[in-house]
């Protein structure tokens, strides 16, 4: 038993090792007839092209873009203010927050009582000093008048003394008679004296009263605007912006805040620039240039928009954060409001003989793959003048006049063959209907699908026809026939 277990072992062991033995025959048979039916040496493989989309360098007169956020601002705009404290007597329906209003619109009026008052008793005052300066004027014409009669009085009593002095110079007279006269002119010279000191009062006095009248004067013209002022009008056209609550019978104080008035048509947009932004709109002089600006507003895909010109930039840097504040004024700004928050495109001064190309078609080292004559691919450097968005602006060089790649892959390199696709071929070729050549059994199956069909108009049966014996059938006719016959 063990000699016939053994047998077979051995049997089992040896058909196994033939059947490897012959499925390496066929293998090593089955790549010689392949070699041989391959006719020899393999063929190298063919260059690989790749498609690439390609764009021309024009050179051309470009006027670049620059890009800020800003914050629309009025520059003409109206506190209304209460000038005393005083009950509101009548308000205007135009007194509202966002209500228009005309110039000279009266907008609100306070109880003028008070200030009539006031009026009225600076215009009594006014009299009172004028009362005052006239009687001051008369008693300085009688000061004057007493002064005259006191210096004819002086002149009687010295000659009545010289009368003395010359009888008692005779031996005539005696001298208590000449004592008497000197007496006299003494007591003359004191009234003389005494006239005097009233006309310097009567003349302090004229002054005082002058001083007075023009005090009073001044009090009543202040009285009179406190009048004026208690009606508060517009003083251009506008809109009313954060104006009080105010009722008829409601009191409000000296000073109090009681709303704006805001000249939508007076705007301005003060916006940030980096200093590299701000240096290129700079002229040979270093002055601001006058820029065309556009302020636009996008709310709910529609878009605000106003134009207008730079007109002056901020005195210090720190509030920019090391940038440069610049203000524009704009013209004509419908639906735009002081406060809002604008996009601003500054146009700078225009570049000669530059190119614009895809922002895709430059790598990070400012390098374009250009296309040479045997549609292969170089890399060449340009100079990046500006960044828009998408697109680039550089200096084109050596470059003007030829094609680079617009749209750069790991695919793309130098060295590569590309088959150049260029702007307007792809659309051309998406335009063109797909179209086939029918065999003629096919053409008869739809022909007679569309005679077979009852339902179809016979315009469009005759139609479709005369479309199926071209010899190019659109592929969209085929298709919708063969669909409807179930194929």
């Known amino acids: 038993m063990r000699f016939f277990g053994r047998a077979l072992g051995g049997l089992f062991l040896a058909a196994m090792t033939l059947a490897l033995l012959a499925m390496a025959v066929g293998v ?20 690989r092209v790749i498609s690439a989309n390609v764009v021309t360098v024009d050179p051309a007169r470009i006027i670049p873009e620059t890009t800020a956020y800003g914050e ?42 008070e200030a009539t008052a006031a009026r009225d008793l600076a215009a009594a005052a006014l009299a009172e000093a004028e009362a005052a300066g006239r009687e001051a004027a008369r008693a300085l014409d009688l000061a004057r008048d007493d002064l005259e009669q006191a210096q004819a009085q002086l002149a009687l009593r010295q000659q009545a003394l010289q009368r003395q002095r010359d009888i008692a110079a005779r031996g005539a007279g005696s001298a208590a008679a000449v004592e ?34 023009d005090r009073a004067r ?35 104080t000296a000073n109090e805040v ?12 003060a916006f940030r620039l980096s200093t590299a932004q701000f240096a290129r709109l700079l002229d040979a002089q270093g002055d601001l240039v006058e820029a065309p600006v556009t302020a636009r507003l996008d709310v709910a895909g529609a878009a605000l928009q ?43 001064p225009a570049l000669e003989a530059v190119a614009d190309l895809p922002a895709t078609a430059i790598d990070s080292a400012g390098r374009v793959l250009a296309v040479t004559a045997d549609d292969r691919l170089e890399e060449v450097a340009v100079e990046v ?52 050549e029918l065999t003629a059994e096919r053409r008869a199956a739809l022909v007679a699908a569309v005679e077979g069909n009852s339902r179809m108009p016979e315009e469009a049966k005759a139609r479709i026809l005369e479309q199926l014996q071209q010899d190019r059938v659109p592929a969209e006719v085929v298709a919708r026939i063969e669909a409807r016959m179930g194929g």
């Open 180 to 213: 008497t006269a000197e007496l006299a002119v003494g007591q003359a010279e004191q009234a003389l004296l005494s006239s005097r000191s009233s006309l310097a009062q009567a003349e302090a006095a004229v002054d005082q009263s002058a001083i007075a009248a």
């Open 72 to 113: 629309l601002r009025a520059t003409r705009a109206l506190e209304l203010r209460a000038p005393v404290t005083a009950r509101v007597a009548e308000v205007s329906p135009s007194f509202a927050d966002g209500a228009s209003v005309a110039a000279g619109e009266v907008l609100l009026r306070l109880d003028p009582a």
């Open 28 to 47: 090593i048979v089955g790549a010689l007839r392949e070699r041989m039916a391959g006719g020899g040496m393999a063929r190298p493989a063919e260059e």
């Open 385 to 436: 003048l500006r960044r828009q968005g998408d697109r680039v602006i550089v200096a084109p060089g050596a470059l003007a006049g030829r094609e680079v790649v617009a749209e750069r892959s790991p695919l793309l390199g130098a060295g590569i063959k590309v088959r150049p696709v260029r702007p307007g071929q792809q659309e051309q070729a998406s335009a063109a209907p797909e179209v086939l």
């Open 258 to 269: 009681l709303g704006t008035v805001i000249d939508p048509a007076a705007l301005e947009v």
């Open 306 to 348: 106003a134009q207008g010109r730079i007109l002056r930039a901020g005195a210090s840097g720190a509030e920019a954060g090391g940038g440069r504040v610049v203000f524009a004024a704009l013209d004509a700004a419908p639906g735009l409001r002081p406060g809002d928050f604008v996009t601003v495109t500054v146009a700078e």
């Open 218 to 252: 001044i009090s009543l013209g202040e009285a009179e605007r406190t009048l004026e002022d208690t009606v508060i009008r517009a003083e251009f056209a506008g809109r009313m912006d954060g104006a009080a609550n105010l009722v008829v019978g409601g009191q409000v």
